[in-house]
Structure formats: structure tokens, C-alpha cells
């Protein structure tokens, strides 16, 4: 199976901040990268997927990177909005795996 | 705006079994995929297995197999996951995602994501 780990597992920022965010998998993944944003209390929903592609609706600010083993997600502004938990999750013929997210909050 | 939606809470002994549901909008039901993911309490998402609404296929996560089961009711634009032999580690809510299918080449397949998600479904098991 493939594993994903996340980096940081947390973090805090100001509102306006950058926030960039690591997702390493096991094995090479091609662009087979997906990244979603968990708010308190909900369920998830998609941001970025192939690695660097933004869903219909999904605000510019959020960007995603990466190729192979090595993955780069970004908020080039932070909002309010964006107080939450993000994973990565990849995708193969075996099924899917997800990171263990990394919580986002404000200083 | 596109929905799935859940079955509601359940409480089971151990051993039991539960079936979560997960309705979809109609008219494009068998052009998507549904997956199961749960979380428990802090803990990461943890996939369980999926069905290709169109024909039925369906793949479980080797932490499952033997214990899970999904099914769908093209007719109902529903899919459904039963989990057996419940024991206290099951306790965590149950999530329905859509995916959708993209495309396959010789390698790998591309575009696949999980767009929509359901509300989640709570799942207690308790004695």
C-alpha cells in the first residue's frame, strides 16, 4: 500500500499570511494527487486535483504542485474561511490513501 | 447544488452490523463511482472501498475485507455500506464520496476525485 505523510502537522498564521504545505507519498505517484479542506465539524471537500489543477468554484488562492514522490500545496492569502484541516490523498488501482492532515489555524 | 445524502446516526452492540445509505442525484448516477471513508475520533481519514455505480465493481481496503460490503440500488440512485462483527474501534462517523470516473490510459487513470461528500453518518458501538 502507499503511504502519504503530511508536513507540518499543524500550524498558525495571520489572515493575509502564505501557506505552504508537504505531501510525500510512499512511491511514485505520477500526478495521481488530490488535496481537500476539512472545516470544524464537516465533511471534506475538494480543493486541488492531479496535483495542480483547482475544482470548478474553488477560489484562486489555493494552488497545488508536484509530481513523482513530492507534493506542494498552497494558500497564497489566508482568509478566515481557511481555519481547517487539509490532507492529500493519492489515488492508484488499490484503492486510496489519505495523509494525516495538517491543521491550520490563526495566531 | 449537487447533494449526497446519509442515512442517519446508528448505536450498535459489538458484534452487530450496520448499513449506512448514501442517496445521489438521479440522472447521472451510474456515471460515478461512490467510496466509503471514516474517521474516527483525531484520527486520519481511513479509505474502506468503492463501487462503480455503472457496473457494480467493487474494491475493498485489505483492512476490510471480509467486513465490509457495498452495494447500490441503481432504481433508488442510492449506495450502501454494511460493516460487520462491529467492535468499539468502529465507533467513528462514515463518509459517502462521489467520485468521478476521468479517464484511463495503459498506465494509470487521471481526474479521479472525490467532488461531493455526504454529511457523514455517526457510529457508535457500545455495549
Known amino acids: 500500500d502507499i503511504q502519504m505523510t503530511q508536513s507540518p502537522s499543524s500550524l498558525s498564521a495571520s489572515v493575509g499570511d502564505r501557506v505552504t504545505i508537504t505531501c510525500q507519498a510512499s512511491q511514485d505517484i505520477s500526478n495521481n494527487l488530490n488535496w481537500y479542506r476539512q472545516k470544524p465539524g464537516k465533511a471534506p471537500e475538494l480543493l486541488i486535483y492531479?496535483?495542480?489543477n483547482l475544482e470548478t468554484g474553488v477560489p484562486s488562492r489555493f494552488s497545488g504542485s508536484g509530481s513523482g514522490t513530492d507534493f506542494t500545496f498552497t494558500i497564497s492569502s489566508l482568509q478566515p474561511e481557511d481555519v481547517a484541516t487539509y490532507f492529500c490523498?493519492?489515488?492508484?488501482?488499490?484503492?486510496?490513501?489519505f495523509g494525516p492532515g495538517t491543521k491550520v489555524d490563526f495566531k | 447544488q449537487v447533494q449526497v445524502v446519509q442515512s442517519g446516526a446508528e448505536v450498535k452492540k459489538p458484534g452487530a452490523s450496520v448499513k449506512v445509505s448514501c442517496k445521489a442525484p438521479g440522472h447521472t448516477f451510474t456515471s460515478y463511482a461512490f467510496h466509503w471513508v471514516r474517521q474516527a475520533p483525531g484520527q486520519r481519514l481511513e479509505w474502506m472501498g468503492w463501487i462503480n455505480a455503472g457496473n457494480a465493481d467493487t474494491k475493498y481496503s485489505q483492512n476490510f475485507q471480509g467486513r465490509v460490503t457495498i452495494t447500490r440500488d441503481t432504481s433508488a440512485t442510492t449506495a450502501y455500506m454494511e460493516l460487520s462483527s462491529l467492535r468499539s474501534q468502529d465507533t467513528a462517523i462514515y463518509y459517502c464520496?462521489?467520485?468521478?470516473?476521468?479517464?484511463?490510459?495503459?498506465?494509470?487513470?487521471?481526474?479521479?476525485?472525490?467532488?461531493?461528500w455526504g454529511q457523514g453518518t455517526m457510529v457508535t458501538v457500545s455495549s
Open positions: 492531479d496535483a495542480s
Open positions: 490523498q493519492q489515488y492508484d488501482h488499490f484503492g486510496r490513501t
Open positions: 464520496a462521489r467520485e468521478r470516473l476521468g479517464y484511463c490510459d495503459t498506465i494509470r487513470c487521471h481526474q479521479r476525485a472525490f467532488d461531493i
